[in-house]
């Protein structure tokens, strides 16, 4: 059985299920893994499915009963997930099959088949929040992207320049750029969001997208399960085994007859030693000219389709899920700082990580927007490295929900890197991990010293056990908030 599954195997029927996407995964990765909650709902009708470590892409998902990330495996009846080095059928073997991505992913954990491709949802607050609802306008919206990570994928800055001006001049589309600007971006042709944007901001943007431009990766895997066409170059990888969202998407591919090389295995050393300017001479045999002809086809074969294909995904809003609605799963033991915290700075008191060692400091709680465009969580670093040192009596104590210990760890590791802070500078940080009731949240605010609030509906003073300069430095970040 490739399934890993624990907890009351006896059972036939799981009532709970816990889809873990855990390993070391691309974003495309877990996008393709999402396609599970289909095929278990289909299989155990009345089970309740429990998601962890996908908040970023699942959010919204209308399958998903709940987010978890404390409860103990043992308390699942089935808990499915996909590890390396699980690789059956190969990726070889699964073209020489004809397997879809979605096809291998779901053997090798011991589902049949996908009926249904993957499918994302973005919700209607967030497409309000961006203010990218939809006014009814006629011109197209482009999305594209130049960055890649991988060198076999990349067909280059320059191209993607000269494609985005045809976009804007023949098609008098309105054009978006994405990314994280790892290699490449900040191409100047249109609204440049390289960098500035959180997953779920980027999902939202890609769901009003008439099409998206991008190498093979995380972002031409979502834009497909949110229903946007793609038109991509396509490099070593193969498109038949990953380009499977809808029927309209375009890949172009190289004429070589070693293409392919990174599926079969069977990669010429050249391409490494001897790479043009950090990329695989495969991509850089797609012309412009390809691409052009490629993006004008496309384009007129949407162009009849397009209102319909708006229209669905307008229709796909009122079937996504807001997970602030659903109920709360987590089974973990009570609240404190020794079960449920995650502690990704500050050296001292806090890297006891041990009861008696918190005990010893003033608690100050903070319920981050981590999904809002211009985090405050932004300042609320920046107010808290100002205010406090590592000597300082001073917990800052940070429920997580909704993103994992790891997502927001990450966020909080980015933006103090920004800010010139590392692990000797910047004052203990405690992540507390799990969907925390509303009496949880209450009893986490009245243990503490203080209490920031940014736009919670928690009415508690914040004006306790603190000293006039530390009182100072957060009523600074309230005025601001």
């Known amino acids: 059985m490739r399934a890993l599954a624990v907890g009351r195997l006896a059972r036939l029927t799981p009532r709970t299920i816990l889809v873990d996407h855990a390993g070391l995964k691309g974003l495309g990765d877990v996008v393709v893994e999402t396609g599970y909650y289909a095929a278990l709902k289909a299989r155990y009708p009345d089970a309740r499915l429990v998601s962890r470590r996908s908040r970023r ?13 404390t409860t103990p495996e043992s308390a699942f009846d089935a808990v499915y997930r996909r590890l390396p080095p699980l690789d059956t059928p190969s990726r070889s073997e699964a073209l020489r099959q004809g397997l879809s991505i979605f096809d291998r992913f779901h053997l090798q954990i011991g589902l049949d088949r996908p009926t249904e491709r993957p499918r994302l949802y973005v919700l209607e607050r967030e497409l309000a929040e961006l203010g990218l609802e939809d006014d009814g306008g006629g011109g197209w919206i482009i999305a594209y992207s130049a960055d890649s990570r991988e060198l076999d994928r990349r067909w280059g800055e320059e191209r993607f320049l ?124 797609i012309s412009v000219e390809q691409m052009k002809a490629a993006a004008d086809a496309l384009l007129e074969r949407l162009r009849p389709e397009r209102s319909r294909l708006r229209a669905g995904k307008k229709a ?43 005990q010893r400091l003033s608690w100050v709680t903070v319920f981050p927007d981590w999904l809002a465009l211009y985090p405050l969580w932004h300042d609320l670093l920046a107010t808290y490295a100002r205010g406090f040192t590592c000597q300082d009596r001073t917990l800052l104590v940070l429920p997580t929900y909704p993103l994992n210990a790891v997502e927001a760890a990450n966020l909080l590791v980015s933006e103090a890197q920004r800010l010139g802070l590392d692990d000797e500078t910047l004052p203990p940080i405690v992540l507390v991990l799990g969907h925390l009731s509303t009496a ?25 056990s603190l000293t006039p300069t530390e009182l100072a430095a957060w009523r600074s970040l309230r005025e601001r908030a």
């Open 57 to 69: 892409v699942a959010w919204g998902h209308p399958l998903i009963d709940a987010f978890d990330e």
């Open 162 to 285: 000269e494609l985005a001006h045809h976009l804007e001049t023949a098609h008098g589309a309105s054009l978006i750029e994405l990314g994280a600007g790892l290699t490449s971006g900040h191409m100047g042709v249109g609204i440049d969001l390289v960098g500035k944007t959180s997953h779920r901001e980027a999902m939202a943007v890609l769901h009003v997208a008439d099409l998206f431009i991008g190498n093979h990766g995380g972002l031409t895997h979502v834009a497909g399960a949110l229903g946007t066409p793609i038109l991509s170059p396509w490099g070593a990888s193969h498109p038949a085994d990953r380009f499977a969202y809808d029927d309209w998407s375009v890949a172009i591919e190289p004429d070589l007859p070693c293409r392919h090389c990174r599926w079969t295995g069977q990669i010429p050393g050249a391409c490494w030693v001897d790479s043009i300017d950090a990329r695989t001479p495969c991509t850089q045999v």
């Open 316 to 358: 796909r809003l009122s079937l996504a899920r807001d997970p602030q609605t659903l109920d709360r799963y987590d089974l973990g033991a009570e609240v404190s700082a020794d079960t449920h915290a995650f502690v990704p700075f500050g050296g001292g008191w806090a890297a006891e990580h041990r009861p008696t060692g918190y």
């Open 440 to 464: 949880e949240r209450e009893a986490l605010v009245a243990s503490s010293a203080a209490f920031v609030p940014l736009g919670t509906e928690l009415d508690v003073p914040s004006d306790r």
